[in-house]
């Protein structure tokens, strides 16, 4: 659950769960500011299980949170501070005994914060925001839970209400918040996520089925490898992170999650395979697109390139991945040749070996 204290004038106020709270001199308003040059209703703080936020209702001298006056809606986090004409409100945002700091990122099922437990270490905290989600956000909880590793993202417990999970705080970003980088750094990345894979690949995984059926899948395959989905430790160790899209391979088609004809993941780094055979993806997928991710630290690009207004799934099913020495003619001829032909996107193979 959500919580946030108003702090004004030495007087804590605490609001819990979906909220909103209005701030003004107006002694009706739910906070009450003794203050000439505060409007009688002055903001709108707004408390839902994903995010806080506070909004200007109109001022006439507006609203400030730490030190910026706001244009439209801006997100509270815990520590924040709010001036409404000469009076300080202190803002403090917990959400299941963990304060707030701020947001990390966000994506199509869900919100990441960064937050600090009461023993005062940083964490990462994901909650689920989009409706209708919740299957696919639990098959990342689970899948994440399962998997111990030194190259994956470190899974610490689940929260409930609203549904989310603690993890472990990469503080170096991601990937794809650097480079282009050197040879050695881009290959001793590459060696961290596929040691990461490797195991991946072979792990026993809990897999509910449709009709709520249980069994034991061996082999988890990401389906959506990014540099954006590599995670950076403060001493530069590489973590594989979001397994939201993951799927025990050897359960393909059993589960009766996955609908047929379905796709998902990142286009770009997304072989011809995964495209035409989202349902049955199988490790291949994953390594075409670690390759395409180092094939990304070296050069800037991707492995295709996807003019504008041009379909992007058109475009994996039509063309190849562009030779990487085209885009960096200074690489070994060794191992441009080796990351060409790992992004050889042939599909002829059947689907089962």
């Known amino acids: 659950m959500t919580e946030v204290t108003l702090l004004v004038g030495g007087t804590e106020r ?22 000439r040059r505060v409007s009688r209703r002055h903001c709108r703080v707004v408390i839902r299980p994903d995010a806080v936020t506070v909004r200007d209702l109109g001022s006439r001298n507006g609203t400030y949170v730490n030190g910026i006056l706001i244009d439209g809606g801006r997100e509270l986090h815990d520590g924040d501070e709010l ?33 600090r437990e009461p023993d005062g270490s940083l964490v990462a905290v994901k909650t689920l925001t989009a409706p ?35 993890a472990e705080y ?3 970003g991601s990937v794809a918040d650097h480079g282009p980088y050197g040879v050695e750094q881009a290959l001793d990345l590459t060696r961290q996520a596929a040691d990461a894979l490797r195991y991946a690949h072979t792990a026993e995984i809990p897999v509910v089925h449709a009709d709520g059926t249980t069994a034991v899948g061996r082999g988890l395959v990401h389906r959506d490898i990014k540099p954006q989905n590599l995670l ?53 997928v994953d390594r075409w697109a670690l390759t395409a991710c180092l094939y990304w630290m070296l050069t800037g690009a991707t492995p295709r390139d996807f ?4 379909d992007p799934v058109a475009v994996v099913l039509r063309e190849p991945a562009v030779p990487v020495r085209e885009r960096l003619s200074t690489l070994p001829a060794a191992l441009a040749e080796a990351i060409d032909a790992a992004l050889t996107d042939n599909v002829s193979e059947p689907r089962f070996k």
């Open 307 to 310: 003019p504008a207004g041009a």
């Open 232 to 284: 950076l430790t403060a001493d530069g160790r590489l973590k594989v992170a979001d397994f939201g899209l993951a799927k025990a391979y050897d359960q393909a088609g059993l589960s009766g999650r996955t609908p047929t004809g379905a796709i998902a993941g990142s286009v770009a780094f997304m072989p011809r395979r995964q495209v035409i055979d989202y349902k049955y993806a199988r490790p291949e």
């Open 132 to 166: 209708g989600a919740g299957e696919e956000f639990r098959r990342e909880l689970e899948c994440t839970a399962a998997l111990d590793h030194p190259n994956i993202v470190r899974f610490h417990r689940s929260l409930a209400d609203p549904l989310g999970f603690v």
């Open 14 to 35: 605490l609001f819990r769960g979906d909220a909103e709270v209005v701030l003004g001199r107006d002694a009706a308003c739910d906070v009450a500011v003794a203050d």
């Open 170 to 172: 990469c503080a170096g």
């Open 83 to 115: 001036r409404l004409g000469d009076t300080v409100v202190r803002a403090g945002v917990t959400r299941n005994g963990l304060a707030v700091l701020r947001e990390l990122g966000r994506g199509a099922q869900g919100v990441v914060h960064l937050a």
